[in-house]
């Protein structure tokens, strides 16, 4: 099956200080990549739809200026969670999916820890 | 809004056991529903895959069914294996948006 990677799988930060994370797809052009955020013992929750080459699409109650996705290439989608605070540790997971958006394929989730 | 919920929040059998994990929605108009499988810590692995046309899927022995009028899924396990302990969610892809919606997660724990 499709491939999708995640770097870096953990990070630990000082508070204030930006992250990017990275989501590629290793073997198929992702059209469309999805970003998701899982709290200890929560479920996923959609932080925003990114197509390649505009702009992403946030759910609501998601800050736009807080956590940028850019989607530069067919591959490859960054969240950048910046000015980050203890409040923004959490589980991050991306997904990706083909021109069909059929099926998507989830990267195995960063975790970042904001101390 | 859809809302995906899953029952039991958590189920501990011995090993050998089948068993069925339960999982409904509210909106009907789904383009497909899937179960995934999260181990502690890890990223999602994909179970099976059922199109809103399909009435279930089987992969091995786990078996997915969809009725989709009530809103309703199963995901049934046959002979449990201890391999088998996970958090189990499944989740729907809402009709023109392709969005996932997760349900809230079943802990299954297959005692040795």
């Known amino acids: 099956g499709a491939v999708v990677s995640q770097h870096p799988s953990r990070v630990i930060c000082k508070s204030g200080t930006s992250v990017k994370i990275e989501c590629r797809s290793l073997?198929?052009?992702?059209?469309?990549m999805f970003w998701y955020r899982q709290f200890p013992k929560q479920s996923l929750m959609l932080m925003a739809t990114s197509n390649e080459g505009s702009k992403a699409t946030y759910e609501q109650g998601v800050e736009k200026d807080k956590f940028l996705i850019n989607h530069a290439s067919l591959t490859l989608s960054t969240l950048t969670v910046t000015s980050a605070h203890p409040e923004d540790s959490s589980f991050y997971i991306c997904s990706a999916a083909g021109g069909s958006q059929e099926t998507q394929y989830f990267g195995p989730g960063t975790r970042l820890l904001v101390l | 809004k859809q809302e995906v919920t899953q029952i039991p929040a958590a189920l501990s059998v011995p090993e050998g056991e089948n068993l069925v994990l339960n999982c409904s929605f509210t909106d009907s108009a789904i383009y497909n529903l899937q179960w995934f499988r999260q181990d502690p810590g890890k990223g999602l692995t994909s179970l099976l895959l059922?199109?809103?046309?399909?009435r279930e899927q089987t992969s091995g022995r786990l078996n997915a069914s969809l009725d989709k009028s009530s809103g309703r899924s199963t995901l049934y396990i046959a002979a449990s294996q201890p391999g088998d302990s996970a958090t189990y969610l499944c989740?729907?892809?809402?009709?023109?948006?392709?969005?996932?919606?997760f349900g809230t997660g079943t802990r299954l724990k297959v005692l040795a």
């Open positions: 989740a729907v892809s809402t009709s023109g948006t392709y969005k996932y919606i």
């Open positions: 073997d198929f052009q992702a059209t469309t």
């Open positions: 059922i199109q809103s046309s399909q």
